[in-house]
């Protein structure tokens, strides 16, 4: 019989005092419950003094935004414990480090990370983090490197393909992201004025075949070990310092998607800033998320082309200018995912709060419509936009 039960407050106490290894255990006296995601419980665990200590996080057996109508497999704790952990191995300083995980109870403990704050609400808020979108890429470059054909021998890497398959959790992205925005579907969610920009989504044949293409990328392509749903609100900030979250997505996936869910998280940030700040505020953290995609999309390449220079173990994969050609398509996937992450934000199931929380209701509409364009823009243009610079010379165009 299975051991699963969902925990209480009083019962994630106990877990963290077994588990969490801390010299002190029976310090940790509270918690609270603070899972804000789309999915899964998360506990603070507090000692005598109020203090945040670790968080116990476990796996609902259902879409916790949505309720039980909506099951989803428990095997997602596990995927996500062991994400981590793989790239924690090869990239500590930026992955949350995970102490203890139990699959049976897809149950997992993490660091404590209160001295940071999420990524997203600062954005929201215009506050910048100078060294961010260059961490997110160096996470990127070591985590997808080391997980791939470059550095793995074919034979382990195809075991890590076995253990990390994620057949219902891809599913969700797979409607999410690449089906449901192009077609009339019950979980769409927009307002009526923007019926218009859907429908001409939805007909457009020649944006729906490049959809098409991502979709099977997506499906097909394993290259390397996703975190599979990198966006702001996965990533904790704080001066000088980044950690990675939440990688219950994790999957052998086309490394351009990781890449592009994080820049269309920095867009949707981009489009929504007028609704969100005064004019002048704005106008920069505009020009600073244009900085950001241009250092995360740098960091990664630039990190990405050094550990293959130095650590490909496959004698072909090794010829020189191979890696280089390899990122050259890496780089087009990215582009087309980072538009598919634009439209389903927009008007699919999951929405921002980069939109969503513009309080102006025409304002609201304008930068929807704008993140709805862009991102049409993105996946027609991708094999048109040859590197990061022509990139943000179209988004310049694009308003
Ligand atoms: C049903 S899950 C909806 C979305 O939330 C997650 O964070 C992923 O982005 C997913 O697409
Ligand atoms: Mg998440």
């Given at each position: 019989m299975s051991k699963y039960h969902t925990l209480t407050a009083a019962g994630a106490v106990d877990y963290a005092r077994q588990y969490?290894?801390?010299?002190?255990?029976?310090?940790l006296v509270d918690a609270q419950e603070v899972g804000d995601g789309n999915l899964n419980l998360v506990f603070k665990i507090l000692d005598s003094q109020g203090i945040s200590r670790i968080i116990v996080k476990q796996a609902l057996p259902y879409v916790r935004c949505v309720g039980e109508s909506w099951p989803l497999t428990l095997d997602r704790a596990r995927i996500e414990a062991q994400t981590l952990l793989v790239h924690g191995q090869y990239c500590p300083q930026h992955t949350v480090r995970i102490l203890h995980h139990d699959p049976q109870l897809a149950v997992m403990i993490q660091e404590d990370l209160s001295d940071h704050v999420i990524w997203r609400r600062e954005l929201l808020l215009g506050v910048?983090?100078?060294q961010a979108a260059r961490q997110l890429g160096e996470y990127l470059a070591q985590a997808l490197f080391h997980t791939s054909d470059f550095f793995l021998s074919a034979q382990r890497k195809k075991a890590q393909v076995a253990r990390f398959l994620n057949p219902e959790m891809c599913q969700i992205t797979e409607d999410l992201f690449f089906t449901e925005p192009y077609q009339i579907h019950e979980r769409n969610a927009y307002p009526p004025a923007l019926e218009p920009e859907v429908t001409a989504l939805r007909v457009d044949r020649s944006l729906n075949l490049a959809v098409a293409g991502l979709k099977h990328r997506f499906l097909s392509q394993a290259e390397a070990l996703l975190h599979g749903d990198i966006h702001s609100g996965s990533v904790f900030v704080a001066n000088g310092r980044l950690k990675v979250i939440d990688a219950?997505?994790?999957?052998?996936?086309?490394?351009g998607f990781d890449i592009g869910t994080a820049m269309g998280n920095l867009l949707l940030n981009y489009c929504g800033l007028p609704g969100l700040l005064a004019l002048r505020e704005a106008a920069s953290g505009r020009e600073q998320r244009l900085r950001d995609i241009r250092e995360l999309w740098l960091a990664f390449s630039e990190g990405f082309l050094a550990l293959a220079a130095e650590k490909t173990t496959d004698a072909m994969l090794a010829t020189p200018g191979y890696a280089h050609q390899f990122l050259l398509g890496v780089w087009r996937d990215a582009v087309g995912f980072c538009g598919t992450e634009l439209i389903r934000r927009t008007m699919g199931f999951a929405h921002v709060?980069?939109?969503?929380?513009?309080?102006?209701d025409v304002m609201r509409l304008d930068c929807q419509r704008h993140a709805l364009s862009m991102g049409n823009m993105l996946i027609i243009a991708a094999p048109h936009i040859s590197d990061v610079d022509a990139l943000i010379a179209r988004i310049r165009q694009n308003g």
């Open positions: 969490a290894g801390l010299s002190d255990p029976q310090s910048h983090y100078p219950e997505f994790g999957f052998y996936g086309p490394m709060a980069d939109l969503d929380g513009i309080g102006d």
